[in-house]
């Protein structure tokens, strides 16, 4: 039975997801080595529970509760060594995921499930740097993690049946609908998500259509809640890009090669919301949508 659940990395989705852990009953070890980034993940839960409450979704008794069921921890090794299940949400990056498993295969108890929320890297890779790849697996939450109700499941080659029912178990005590899926490039949601931005910013680099025409196009008459472009910044274009270039690799065809554009915006530094500016301008806050200048006539 899974009661303990640690998380390493306190970004973005270590933060939602040590978020929904706690808030279903979960004793949480959240873990990185910055103490500044787990500072900053309680601040980022305490508000987004504060918003729960106010909208009358939880009681503030739930979020004392759920806060009570969070403990931060700076040393890997401390933070996952009473662990069920691991779940790991460090950078898309092969190299960095490789090391981290191979700590945690050291450090977790032997009976542990050892989880990563990659969105793109092959899950089978990952295990192989384990002694125990059978309890090896992907949960693929999506962001913000609080609101979106999908995990995709990713069985890696050696993931066993009894490791992915109870993964699946566990993603439906949270409230979310788990959707099992194979290891291969990118998985299901980027192996199509991704082509598709990539294929908006080719349209933008070659001058068929402005950002907000080409985000205009897609919201109004595909139905979807934001454009390409505005939710390639809202993922971060490094990440677009880092995904982009697995799936390039993966699969070895041109057509996932990622645009020239997106490679220059991310040598830049203009990775979207997070830095302040990617294809839209966010230092007014991100209340109002403005194009960037860089891509203004």
């Known amino acids: 039975?899974?009661?303990?659940?640690?998380?390493?990395?306190?970004?973005?989705?270590?933060?939602?997801?040590?978020?929904?852990?706690?808030?279903?009953?979960?004793?949480?070890?959240?873990?990185?080595?910055?103490?500044?980034?787990?500072?900053?993940?309680?601040?980022?839960?305490?508000?987004?529970?504060?918003?729960?409450?106010?909208?009358?979704?939880?009681?503030?008794?739930?979020?004392?509760?759920?806060?009570?069921?969070?403990?931060?921890?700076?040393?890997?090794?401390?933070?996952?060594?009473?662990?069920?299940?691991?779940?790991?949400?460090?950078?898309?990056?092969?190299?960095?995921?490789?090391?981290?498993?191979?700590?945690?295969?050291?450090?977790?108890?032997?009976?542990?499930?050892?989880?990563?929320?990659?969105?793109?890297?092959?899950?089978?890779?990952?295990?192989?740097?384990?002694?125990?790849?059978?309890?090896?697996?992907?949960?693929?939450?999506?962001?913000?993690?609080?609101?979106m109700k999908l995990v995709e499941i990713i069985r890696a080659y050696s993931t066993s049946d009894e490791v992915t029912q109870e993964i699946m178990s566990i993603s439906e005590k949270l409230g979310k609908i788990p959707v099992e899926v194979n290891d291969y490039p990118g998985f299901v949601a980027n192996r199509i998500l991704i082509p598709m931005i990539n294929e908006a910013i080719y349209t933008l680099h070659e001058g068929v259509a402005g950002v907000t025409e080409i985000d205009t196009v897609m919201k109004l008459g595909m139905a979807h809640p934001m454009g390409p472009l505005q939710l390639a910044d809202f993922i971060g274009l490094d990440v677009c890009l880092a995904i982009a270039n697995v799936l390039y690799e993966g699969f070895g065809n041109g057509k996932y090669a990622p645009c020239a554009l997106l490679v220059n915006m991310v040598t830049a530094g203009k990775l979207g919301r997070k830095s302040g500016e990617g294809f839209?301008?966010?230092?007014?806050?991100?209340k109002e949508l403005v194009v960037s200048k860089n891509f203004k006539a």
């Open 280 to 286: 839209y301008d966010y230092s007014g806050g991100g």
């Open 1 to 147: 039975m899974i009661n303990n659940v640690s998380v390493i990395g306190a970004g973005t989705m270590g933060n939602g997801i040590a978020h929904v852990f706690a808030q279903s009953g979960f004793k949480v070890s959240l873990v990185d080595i910055s103490d500044a980034a787990l500072e900053k993940a309680l601040a980022t839960i305490k508000k987004n529970l504060d918003r729960l409450v106010a909208k009358e979704r939880i009681t503030e008794q739930q979020k004392i509760e759920t806060l009570g069921n969070i403990q931060t921890c700076s040393d890997v090794e401390e933070g996952v060594k009473q662990a069920d299940l691991v779940v790991e949400a460090a950078t898309e990056n092969v190299d960095l995921k490789l090391k981290i498993f191979k700590n945690l295969d050291q450090h977790a108890p032997e009976k542990a499930i050892l989880a990563s929320n990659t969105s793109s890297i092959s899950l089978t890779k990952i295990a192989a740097a384990t002694s125990r790849p059978e309890r090896v697996i992907g949960m693929h939450f999506m962001n913000p993690v609080p609101i």
